[in-house]
């Protein structure tokens, strides 16, 4: 169910208020806005945890959402038929979601700050022991997902679900993955945050 109380910890709200800004004031996704400044659905949960990059002045560069595919998750919940087979179920696995970079930044800032963050998962992967992530992408982000050097495959052949075309895909994770980032161009190591979702309780 999704939470109707603003997010305690402010890294937390700059990254709702970052993914209002992408998803729903860009991308004109039809996701819930809360209080008209943060972007949280129905996934944003206990269950959920987010690595998150900001300055040094606390403001987000870019986060994403990880969510357990052992639980409720947007590939199992909502697209299943992206898969050819079985939707990827393991407590070792994880979804990526809400995949976010800080819309305010330059070109180059949004590329290092795209490039930190995918460096950010897979460190994080072997930091807490997920051996894959799993994820829904239009095509176009699925070729450069695929382009970044670590293992990514997709899982089914994709298609066009409310309009838009999709497909299902699985990054596998293991000590070789930092290694084969930096053969991409990829791996760039930066200071991240791993959060939970914190609630504002009212007194």
């Known amino acids: ?106 070109r180059l800032e949004r590329r290092a700050a795209r490039d930190e963050l995918v460096t950010a998962l897979a460190d994080h992967a072997l930091i807490a022991g997920i051996a894959a992530y799993t994820a829904v992408a239009t095509p176009s982000w699925f070729r450069q997902i695929a382009k970044f050097g670590w293992r990514c495959r997709a899982l089914g052949p994709g298609s066009r679900i409310g309009g838009e075309n999709l497909i299902a895909l699985q990054i596998d994770i293991d000590a070789g993955t930092p290694a084969d980032l930096a053969c991409g161009g990829v791996y760039r190591q930066g200071s991240y945050r791993v959060a939970d979702y914190e609630l504002e309780i009212a007194a």
């Open 1 to 106: 169910m999704q939470n109707d109380t603003s997010p305690a910890d402010p890294v937390l709200r700059t990254m709702f208020a970052a993914r209002k800004r992408v998803f729903v004031d860009l991308l004109k996704w039809d996701v819930p806005v809360l209080e008209g400044a943060y972007e949280i659905d129905q996934f944003d949960t206990s269950e959920a945890s987010y690595v998150i990059l900001t300055d040094d002045k606390g403001s987000h560069r870019a986060s994403a959402r990880l969510l357990k595919t052992d639980r409720a998750h947007i590939l199992g919940e909502l697209f299943p038929s992206l898969c050819d087979g079985p939707v990827p179920v393991r407590e070792d696995f994880r979804e990526i979601t809400r995949f976010c970079i800080e819309p305010t930044l330059s």
